[in-house]
């Protein structure tokens, strides 16, 4: 096979793909090598799926005893980072592209964009479920300084909710964007992770030790998007069953059944893959826009029919709480007992969720934010999501709460399964009609979230693989990887469920992590060179 250098590479740092036959402008290696090493994860899992839930379980087991206070060191590490570049004064004016290049999407598009691909799905999933699971227990709980589903608890129920979904999270999207952004736009290097890590390795990434880093990063796009892709098609599956209430839906324990996940998971990435075809400034763009639009008529009504005064009061509250306990929340690490089991299951959890994201969420955002500055970056990527996130947590989860702790819930909602509670609350304050009208709503609010998950990492993983041209790739190309998408959601749900799902992102995240610290160094050594130049 004959290769050529690309032609988005410049001197400093030249990467070949091939010129003809299949592979026609990838990186053969690359693209090649993430297929292999993740058809090795569907054959497992699929052939083996007791053997390989089991196994992923001890793997997971064993990351988080060994490197679980990592996971949370790094992650502040990542937010300290984007935060002192962006508020330093001279670093913060300094323009992802050219001094004179405007933004190419309007600020409504670009946000919708980066909260869609970045949250919306988990918006969707646990704006009940994380304040009211952290209702019932959180670590001061643990400790026995509040009550479990008491109204003492609902201040420390918020505080830990934020931890997870609050400035430190979407700065693991932040600094992989930022420093991809930089290098891509400010220094004229392909679109690629590699190119990130130019000032620490130079020209060895030009062969091995490069496409290692973007076959790492392939693998984290493709298991962390998985997690967000099984989670969304259960709670597609019990929307459609609170619709419909048809029984083979829904299995006794109230999850939904795998042929119902696996038939909603064939419809989502159908649309994905028409979506992807479309482009980023077509099929993802309206998208965005229209799931934005629906997420605030979904906020609209729990302003007017949900706990409004409640939310109110309990959102500047917990900005308050939120910030003076963010210091000790993220440098924390407990090594033993309930609260070593809570931390692992929740807080170490969330971080390799968010960092297996990243590199998607990250290339995605550095793919719509050329124009913008490091400043306006960093505020549209961390602290405006964080905001909103908060805005779903006191209006949707605090009507949750609300209702358990007048006695209407019950425990209704508190013991449901985490795809039906969102759908129990609404069934709670509403007629059974009006109920399965907003379900509606919610379902194609939540099919539009996940098509533009999927549709963006399918993108992004080919641009990975094409030497980070950002040409629009072939048909063939985003067909094969959203029929690979399809692979690992039925084959990880097969073998365990949300459990084998959970376990294998864990462990895939643990590599990049490393990869995005490394990132990190190496835009603060570009910005502090191109400084003194």
């Known amino acids: 096979m004959s290769t050529t250098d690309d032609s988005t590479a410049d001197e400093s740092l030249s990467l070949k793909t091939a010129s ?40 997971q087991n064993w990351t988080i005893s060994a490197f679980g206070g990592w996971y949370v060191w790094v992650t502040a590490f990542y937010a300290i980072v984007s935060l002192g570049i962006a508020f330093w004064p001279k670093s913060g004016r300094i323009k992802l592209g050219k001094p004179d290049e405007t933004p190419e999407f309007s600020r409504f598009s670009w946000f919708s964009m980066m909260f869609g691909a970045g949250i919306g799905v988990g918006m969707l999933t646990y704006s009940t479920a994380e304040p009211i699971f952290h209702f019932a227990n959180n670590p001061d709980v643990i400790k026995g300084l509040s009550d479990g589903q008491s109204a003492n608890n609902v201040r420390n129920a918020y505080k830990w909710a934020m931890l997870h979904y609050g400035i430190t999270p979407w700065a693991c999207y932040g600094i992989v964007g930022m420093a991809l952004g930089y290098f891509a736009y400010n220094r004229n290097l392909p679109l690629s992770f590699r190119s990130s890590l130019k000032p620490l390795f130079g020209k060895r990434l030009e062969g091995g030790l490069g496409n290692v880093v973007d076959i790492v990063a392939i693998l984290a796009t493709v298991i962390g998007v998985s997690v967000t892709i099984g989670y969304g098609v259960s709670q597609f599956a019990s929307g459609v069953f609170n619709i419909t209430a048809f029984e083979w839906i829904s299995a006794e324990n109230g999850k939904p059944t795998l042929i119902a996940q696996l038939l909603a998971l064939l419809l989502i990435i159908g649309a994905s893959i028409f979506s992807a075809i479309s482009g980023v400034d077509k099929g993802i763009k309206w998208l965005s826009n229209i799931n934005m639009g629906l997420s605030f008529f979904l906020l609209a009504f729990f302003a007017v029919f949900g706990a409004t005064i409640f939310a109110f009061k309990q959102f500047f509250v917990t900005l308050w709480d939120y910030f003076i306990s963010l210091p000790a929340m993220s440098f924390t690490v407990w090594s033993e007992g309930e609260l070593a089991i809570w931390q692992g299951a929740w807080t170490i959890f969330y971080w390799a969720w968010w960092i297996a994201f990243a590199p998607f969420v990250g290339f995605f955002l550095a793919r719509v934010s050329r124009g913008r500055t490091i400043r306006e970056y960093v505020l549209g990527a961390m602290f405006v999501p964080a905001a909103m996130g908060l805005v779903w947590f006191t209006l949707v989860g605090g009507t949750a709460i609300d209702l358990e702790l007048s006695g209407v819930a019950q425990g209704s909602i508190v013991n449901a399964d985490i795809s039906a509670q969102l759908f129990q609350t609404i069934n709670l304050i509403l007629t059974p009609l009006m109920a399965k009208l907003m379900s509606f709503v919610i379902v194609i609010l939540l099919l539009t979230y996940l098509v533009t998950s999927a549709d963006s990492a399918i993108l992004v993983i080919n641009t990975i693989t094409s030497a980070g041209s950002r040409a629009r790739a072939h048909t063939r190309h985003i067909i094969i990887w959203g029929v690979i998408y399809i692979a690992v959601v039925a084959a990880l749900l097969t073998a365990g469920g949300m459990d084998a799902l959970r376990s294998a992102m864990i462990v895939g995240a643990l590599p990049f992590s490393v990869v995005t610290a490394l990132m990190a160094i190496s835009l603060m050594k570009a910005l502090i060179t191109d400084r003194k130049n």
């Open 20 to 59: 003809s036959g299949f592979y026609a402008g990838f990186n053969p290696v690359v693209a090649i090598g993430s297929k292999v090493l993740i058809g090795i994860l569907i054959v497992w899992a699929g052939l083996f799926p007791s053997e390989a839930g089991a196994v992923l379980l001890k793997i």
